[in-house]
C-alpha cells in the first residue's frame, strides 16, 4: 500500500461525458502528480501541483483540467469524453523534501469509454 | 529535453535464471535515474533510485542498477528470478524540474 488512493477504481462511460477522478496523497506529501497510462502512448505526464498551486502543465488535453484543494487531496476532470480517451489514470505523489522523480502512485483509475 | 529507452519490450527468463533490463536515458545534466515495477493491477513502485555517487545502486526485491554515464545507461539487473518477478518495469529519468519521464516499459515473463 503506498498510501495514494484513488477513486473509482473502474468508471466506464459514454462519448461525450464528463468524469472527475479524485486522489487523495500520502499523508503529509503537498505534491501531486497526474499521469495516463495507455498503450499507444504509454505513461504520459499530465499535470502537477504543489500545496494547491498548478506548478507544471504536460501533455493535457484543453477538455482536461484538474484541481487541488485545501486538504491537499486532487481532482482530475475530464470532460466531452473521446474513445481515445480510454486509459489508465494515475495519481502519485512526491514525500516533502524527497528526490526528484521519487514517486509514490495510486492504484490507478481505469476508464473505459464507449 | 529528457528522454528514457527501453529497448527490449518483453523480456523471458526461466525462473532462477539471471536478469538484465536495458535503459538508456537522454539527459543533459547529471540525470536522477530510477526503476519503478508495476505488478498487474497495481501501480507503480519505486525500486530503486540514483542521484549520485556509487554507481552500482541497491534497491528493493533484491534488484541493482548500474549507471554508466559514457553509455548514457542504467540497466537492472537480477542474478536470480522469481516467479513473483513477473510485472512491467519502467525506467525514469527526471531532473531539476521534478517531474519523471518514463520509458515505454519491458514486460518481464518469467517461465517455470
Known amino acids: 500500500d503506498s498510501g495514494v488512493t484513488q477513486t473509482p477504481k473502474h468508471l466506464i462511460t459514454a462519448t461525450g461525458q464528463r468524469v472527475t477522478l479524485r486522489c487523495s496523497p500520502r499523508?503529509?506529501?503537498?505534491?501531486v502528480y497526474w499521469y495516463q497510462q495507455s498503450l499507444d502512448q504509454g505513461l504520459q505526464f499530465l499535470i502537477q501541483?504543489?500545496?494547491?498551486?498548478?506548478?507544471a502543465k504536460g501533455n493535457i488535453l484543453e477538455r482536461f483540467s484538474a484541481q487541488q484543494f485545501p486538504d491537499l487531496h486532487s481532482e482530475l476532470n475530464l470532460s466531452s469524453l473521446e474513445l481515445g480517451d480510454s486509459a489508465l489514470y494515475f495519481c502519485?505523489?512526491?514525500?516533502?523534501?524527497?528526490?526528484?522523480?521519487?514517486?509514490?502512485f495510486g492504484e490507478g483509475s481505469r476508464l473505459t469509454v464507449l | 529535453a529528457q528522454s528514457v529507452t527501453q529497448p527490449d519490450i518483453h523480456i523471458t527468463v526461466s525462473e532462477g535464471a539471471s536478469l538484465e533490463l536495458r535503459c538508456n536515458y537522454s539527459y543533459g545534466a547529471t540525470p536522477y535515474l530510477f526503476w519503478y515495477v508495476q505488478s498487474p493491477g497495481q501501480g507503480l513502485q519505486l525500486l530503486l533510485k540514483y542521484f549520485s555517487g556509487d554507481t552500482l545502486v541497491q534497491g528493493i526485491k533484491g534488484f541493482e542498477a548500474e549507471f554508466k554515464r559514457s553509455q548514457s545507461s542504467f540497466n537492472l539487473r537480477k542474478p536470480s528470478v522469481h516467479w513473483s518477478d513477473a510485472a512491467e518495469y519502467f525506467c525514469?529519468?527526471?531532473?531539476?524540474?521534478?517531474?519523471?519521464?518514463f520509458g515505454r516499459g519491458t514486460s518481464l515473463i518469467v517461465h517455470p
Open positions: 499523508s503529509g506529501d503537498l505534491s
Open positions: 525514469a529519468v527526471a531532473g531539476g524540474s521534478y517531474i519523471p519521464t
Open positions: 501541483y504543489y500545496n494547491g498551486e498548478e506548478r
Open positions: 502519485a505523489s512526491r514525500p516533502r523534501g524527497g528526490s526528484s522523480g521519487e514517486l509514490f
